[in-house]
């Protein structure tokens, strides 16, 4: 997280997709992403929640980057767990992650 802090997560995404397609730009990428990296603000039915997590736009910016690339070849969400949380906590948090999954299919939020 200090990354995003100190450049953004623009440039923290240019950086990643950088390194990981720097010998090979075709290379298919799987992504897990794992729910408590986002704020609990915005996804709290989580088994680890912790302050200061990806906004909700951040959160999301990083899955259109990665669909943007063309190279997506899979991907899982992970640690949502609605269990966790209250009625409206879990809603949320899975309404959220079902958000992710379709900006991990190409669609903006903007």
Request: hydrophobic letters at 45%; proline letters at 5%; aromatic letters at 4%.
């Amino acid at each position: 997280m200090s990354h995003i802090d100190r450049y953004g997560i623009g440039k923290v995404m240019d950086m990643a997709m950088s390194h990981l397609l720097a010998h090979d730009p075709n290379r298919p990428i799987h992504l897990s992403y794992d729910i408590d990296a986002v704020d609990p603000a915005v996804a709290p039915a989580t088994g680890t929640a912790v302050r200061g997590g990806l906004t909700f736009r951040e959160a999301h910016y990083v899955a259109e980057i990665v669909a943007a690339s063309g190279v997506l070849a899979s991907a899982e969400i992970v640690e949502v767990n609605p269990t966790l949380s209250h009625d409206r906590g879990a809603h949320a948090t899975v309404e959220f992650s079902l958000g992710l999954i379709t900006s991990l299919l190409g669609k903006s939020i903007i």
